[in-house]
């Protein structure tokens, strides 16, 4: 089975604080997301990477960053946490090409609180 | 740009009844996917049914069927003999057949399974 790994279930921030939300996927895709979810919001995208070091804004980038150095890994930098950031973070990955195959996985998620 | 929107915020159904959730969108491309997540409490996403708009029969997967009306822009998600673990909140997605973005999602509608 498809295993996306979100480092952390649950954190709590302090206002200011650098963040990172760490995520890796075995199934060597080469897509990756992060999307964050909010009550009434549903998902909304905030980075994708379609290949190592490689990475494109979504609809809501302010106030985040990415990197990707590793196929498997692509982590989310909030450089300075701010409350309105208080949010669950899911992390998805897919391959290329058409659906079936490109089937988005996602991670179990990781609420972040900032206070 | 693509929207979904899902108008139904919350639905209850009994044990073993039908239930159909809502799901429009906007577009102006021809070539598209369209899915049904489900995120049960455990926050893990996970793809129920899957509908490709050059399709006209409406995809199936046991329990679970699509009402798709390409004309009108609608993407129905019926339930049969529904169960307690159907209870969850369950999104509909939209993805152009050509995007590396993948995923546009509704706000959602959480579905209550009633003993």
């Known amino acids: 089975d498809v295993k996306v790994t979100q480092s952390s279930r649950y954190l709590v921030k302090r206002t200011g604080e650098k963040v990172f939300l760490e995520c890796v996927q075995d199934?060597?895709?080469?897509?990756m997301f992060w999307y964050r979810q909010d009550p009434g919001l549903g998902l909304r995208l905030i980075y994708f990477?379609?290949?190592?070091?490689?990475?494109e804004k979504g609809d809501i980038p302010e106030g985040y960053s990415v990197s990707r150095e590793k196929k498997e890994r692509f982590s989310l930098i909030l450089e300075s946490a701010s409350t309105n950031q208080t949010s669950m973070y899911l992390c998805?990955?897919?391959?290329?090409?058409?659906?079936?195959?490109?089937?988005?996985?996602f991670g179990e998620g990781s609420w972040l609180t900032v206070v | 740009a693509q929207t979904v929107t899902q108008s139904q915020p919350e639905m209850s159904v009994q044990e073993a009844e039908t239930v159909t959730l809502s799901c429009t969108y906007d577009?102006?491309?021809?070539?598209?996917?369209l899915f049904w997540y489900k995120q049960p409490p455990s926050r893990q996403m996970i793809l129920v049914i899957r509908?490709?708009?050059?399709?006209?029969q409406n995809a199936t997967e046991n329990r679970f069927s699509v009402n798709f009306q390409k004309a009108a822009k609608s993407f129905s998600l019926k339930i049969s003999d529904s169960q307690l673990g159907d209870a969850a909140m369950y999104f509909c997605?939209?993805?152009?057949?050509?995007?590396?973005?993948?995923?546009?999602f509704g706000s959602g509608t959480q579905l209550t399974v009633l003993p």
């Open positions: 998805a990955s897919s391959s290329r090409g058409p659906p079936p195959g490109n089937t988005i996985y």
């Open positions: 199934m060597d895709h080469e897509n």
């Open positions: 990477s379609y290949d190592v070091k490689m990475k």
């Open positions: 577009t102006s491309e021809s070539d598209y996917y």
């Open positions: 509908q490709e708009a050059y399709k006209q």
């Open positions: 997605a939209y993805r152009d057949s050509g995007s590396a973005r993948q995923l546009t």
